[in-house]
């Protein structure tokens, strides 16, 4: 991300609301502002249609910059970023098609309440839709920093550094016992 940057855009960046904090980290460096926007697509391209953004990134790990939308892996600009910026390191655990009473049960003391304000229309949103799965989708979300100056962590296995994070959290939420489930559906 550092060296895209690096092509001076004026614009502002923007992270999606479920991103790691990567974004973040790289507009405040660059003095650049930044956006969070709720999940979905749509929310970057009115952002970018109206000339306030020029790169946004999203938790699949895609890319859209305002000359171009593709998808992009380079390992040696993600080495470069990480060396420059440090690693956000993030996994997601998903239970899918739970009983829909279940996630009720599961209650954090602390969590974010989000709401967006779209800066271009002012159109609003508070409750966000579903994703299309059946039943109803637990998501555990988990991301800790490696700074650059972490070498010898810098490009370990992201399941692998943030292990000791996820049982913490899984132990914290007892997701096992509200879902009857030893392993999340999917791990990404």
């Known amino acids: 991300m550092h060296s895209l940057l690096k092509a001076a855009w004026d614009s502002r960046l923007c992270p999606l609301y479920a991103t790691a904090c990567a974004v973040d980290r790289v507009a405040k460096a660059n003095?650049?502002?930044?956006f969070e926007v709720p999940t979905g697509w749509k929310y970057f391209g009115n952002l970018m249609d109206?000339?306030?953004?020029?790169?946004c990134g999203e938790e699949s790990l895609e890319l859209a910059q305002t000359t171009f939308v593709r998808r992009t892996g380079s390992g040696?600009?993600?080495?470069?970023?990480?060396?420059?910026?440090?690693r956000n390191v993030f996994t997601r655990y998903d239970y899918e098609n739970v009983d829909a009473s279940q996630p009720t049960r599961v209650v954090v003391a602390n969590a974010d309440n989000y709401e967006y304000v779209d800066p271009v229309d002012q159109s609003w949103l508070k409750i966000r839709a579903g994703t299309g799965s059946a039943g109803a989708t637990i998501r555990l979300y988990v991301?800790?920093?490696?700074?650059?100056?972490?070498?010898?962590?810098?490009?370990?296995?992201?399941?692998?550094?943030?292990?000791?994070?996820?049982?913490?959290?899984?132990?914290?939420?007892?997701?096992?016992?509200?879902?009857?489930?030893?392993?999340?559906t999917v791990i990404t």
């Not at 109206?50 to 790169?55: D, E, R, T, V």
């Open 31 to 34: 003095g650049k502002p930044c």
């Open 50 to 55: 109206a000339g306030k953004l020029s790169l």
């Open 76 to 86: 040696q600009i993600v080495t470069e970023h990480w060396k420059k910026y440090g």
């Open 143 to 184: 991301e800790s920093v490696v700074e650059a100056s972490d070498t010898t962590r810098l490009l370990e296995d992201a399941q692998t550094l943030l292990k000791p994070l996820v049982l913490v959290a899984l132990n914290i939420c007892k997701l096992e016992q509200f879902t009857g489930r030893t392993q999340p």
